[in-house]
C-alpha cells in the first residue's frame, strides 16, 4: 500500500478500506481529566474526495449533533468511495456545560483559525485548522439558531461560487441564503483554504426538531450521492419544492417590551402589512400587531415568549434570485 492510500490524522494512520476513531485531544478539566473529542473515520477502498462533516461548533446547538449523530449512526458516512471524517462535537466544553461559548467565554467561531498558545477556544481552532481541515476537500458544516430564534432548515454560502450554489440546490433545504462570510469564522477560514463549504441552519438552541433532523440528514445523503459517495443501500429521495435563493433579507425588531406571540408559520410567504405576530402586556391594556415590512419569506422566529424592545422578532427576505 503506497504512503498516499494512508490518511495520517491526529497521530493516527487509517489505512484506505479502515474505520477509525481518534481521539481530538482539546485540553484537559480543571480536574485535570482528560478532554477528548471523537473523531469518526471510515475510508473505501476506491479512491474519492475527503467530506469533512461537523456540528457543535456552538455547544447549545444540539440539533446539528443529532443530525451527523444519525449520519453516523445510520452508515450513512461509511463511503462507497473516498473518505468522510465526522467530527459531531467541536466545542465538547460548551456542550457538556449546554453554553454557546467555551468556558473563557469565547465564541469558537470567531477566534480561527486561532492561534497555538492563544485562549482555549483560539487553540482548539488552530488544531481543528491544522490537524484535520488539510485533509478535506469539502465540508458540511452543521449550525442550529441561536437563543429562542428558530431557524427554517436553510444552507448558506457565498456568491459567486458555482460550485456551492451547485451543492446547495442537490442538498434540497427549503432555502438556500447568500450571506458574507463572518471574519474569523471556520466557513471564511475554509474558504480561505480553497475548501467549499456548505453551512446549513436548522431549529433552535436546547432543541432537537424531527423536520430540522430530517431535512439536514436527507440533505447530506443528497450532496454524498452527487459526489458518488454514498453506499447504494441508501435510497435518495427528491425534496419535495425547489430551493428559494435569498439574496438579501433584514430582521423586524419588536418596537415594544412585552409578551410575544408569532401568528405566522416559519418558511410562511407574507405581504406587505400582513400581521404576523402580537406584543401585549401582562395586564390585558396592550396589544401592539406586528406586521410585515414587505413581501417576503419568513424563515426566522423568535419563540421567546417575553420580548424586549428592540429584540429580533422575525428573519424575512427582502430580495429573492430566480434559480
Given at each position: 500500500?503506497?504512503?498516499?492510500?494512508?490518511?495520517?490524522?491526529?497521530?493516527?494512520?487509517?489505512?484506505?478500506?479502515?474505520?477509525?476513531?481518534?481521539?481530538?485531544?482539546?485540553?484537559?478539566?480543571?480536574?485535570?481529566?482528560?478532554?477528548?473529542?471523537?473523531?469518526?473515520?471510515?475510508?473505501?477502498?476506491?479512491?474519492?474526495?475527503?467530506?469533512?462533516?461537523?456540528?457543535?461548533?456552538?455547544?447549545?446547538?444540539?440539533?446539528?449533533?443529532?443530525?451527523?449523530?444519525?449520519?453516523?449512526?445510520?452508515?450513512?458516512?461509511?463511503?462507497?468511495?473516498?473518505?468522510?471524517?465526522?467530527?459531531?462535537?467541536?466545542?465538547?466544553?460548551?456542550?457538556?456545560?449546554?453554553?454557546?461559548?467555551?468556558?473563557?467565554?469565547?465564541?469558537?467561531?470567531?477566534?480561527?483559525?486561532?492561534?497555538?498558545?492563544?485562549?482555549?477556544?483560539?487553540?482548539?481552532?488552530?488544531?481543528?485548522?491544522?490537524?484535520?481541515?488539510?485533509?478535506?476537500?469539502?465540508?458540511?458544516?452543521?449550525?442550529?439558531?441561536?437563543?429562542?430564534?428558530?431557524?427554517?432548515?436553510?444552507?448558506?454560502?457565498?456568491?459567486?461560487?458555482?460550485?456551492?450554489?451547485?451543492?446547495?440546490?442537490?442538498?434540497?433545504?427549503?432555502?438556500?441564503?447568500?450571506?458574507?462570510?463572518?471574519?474569523?469564522?471556520?466557513?471564511?477560514?475554509?474558504?480561505?483554504?480553497?475548501?467549499?463549504?456548505?453551512?446549513?441552519?436548522?431549529?433552535?438552541?436546547?432543541?432537537?426538531?424531527?423536520?430540522?433532523?430530517?431535512?439536514?440528514?436527507?440533505?447530506?445523503?443528497?450532496v454524498l450521492h452527487h459526489l458518488g459517495m454514498l453506499n447504494s443501500k441508501f435510497k435518495v429521495s427528491q425534496p419535495k419544492k425547489s430551493c428559494i435563493f435569498v439574496s438579501d433579507s433584514k430582521w423586524i425588531r419588536a418596537n415594544y417590551s412585552?409578551?410575544?406571540?408569532?401568528?405566522?408559520?416559519?418558511?410562511?410567504?407574507?405581504?406587505?402589512?400582513?400581521?404576523?405576530?402580537?406584543?401585549?402586556?401582562?395586564?390585558?391594556?396592550?396589544?401592539?400587531?406586528?406586521?410585515a415590512p414587505n413581501d417576503g419569506y419568513i424563515f426566522n422566529i423568535n419563540e421567546s415568549p417575553i420580548i424586549y424592545q428592540g429584540d429580533a422578532i422575525f428573519h424575512i427576505s427582502t430580495a429573492l434570485i430566480d434559480d
Open positions: 500500500m503506497s504512503e498516499k492510500d494512508v490518511l495520517d490524522i491526529l497521530g493516527e494512520k487509517v489505512a484506505s478500506g479502515k474505520s477509525a476513531t481518534v481521539s481530538f485531544n482539546v485540553a484537559k478539566l480543571h480536574t485535570q481529566n482528560r478532554i477528548d473529542v471523537p473523531v469518526i473515520i471510515e475510508r473505501s477502498k476506491k479512491p474519492g474526495p475527503t467530506v469533512l462533516i461537523t456540528a457543535g461548533i456552538h455547544g447549545d446547538e444540539v440539533n446539528g449533533v443529532e443530525i451527523v449523530r444519525q449520519i453516523i449512526s445510520k452508515g450513512i458516512n461509511k463511503p462507497k468511495k473516498g473518505t468522510i471524517i465526522c467530527v459531531p462535537i467541536i466545542n465538547v466544553f460548551g456542550f457538556i456545560h449546554m453554553d454557546r461559548e467555551f468556558p473563557d467565554g469565547r465564541d469558537l467561531n470567531r477566534v480561527f483559525p486561532g492561534t497555538k498558545g492563544g485562549s482555549l477556544a483560539s487553540r482548539v481552532a488552530f488544531k481543528l485548522v491544522n490537524e484535520i481541515l488539510p485533509h478535506a476537500d469539502f465540508v458540511m458544516d452543521f449550525h442550529t439558531g441561536g437563543a429562542d430564534r428558530f431557524n427554517a432548515a436553510q444552507v448558506r454560502i457565498v456568491k459567486g461560487e458555482k460550485s456551492l450554489k451547485e451543492l446547495a440546490t442537490v442538498f434540497g433545504a427549503p432555502f438556500v441564503l447568500y450571506s458574507k462570510n463572518l471574519s474569523k469564522s471556520f466557513r471564511s477560514t475554509c474558504n480561505k483554504l480553497g475548501i467549499p463549504v456548505l453551512l446549513f441552519e436548522g431549529g433552535k438552541s436546547f432543541n432537537i426538531d424531527t423536520t430540522i433532523t430530517n431535512t439536514g440528514v436527507n440533505g447530506a445523503k443528497r412585552g409578551m410575544f406571540k408569532p401568528t405566522v408559520k416559519i418558511n410562511a410567504y407574507v405581504n406587505k402589512g400582513d400581521v404576523v405576530g402580537n406584543i401585549t402586556d401582562p395586564y390585558g391594556s396592550f396589544n401592539h400587531f406586528v406586521k
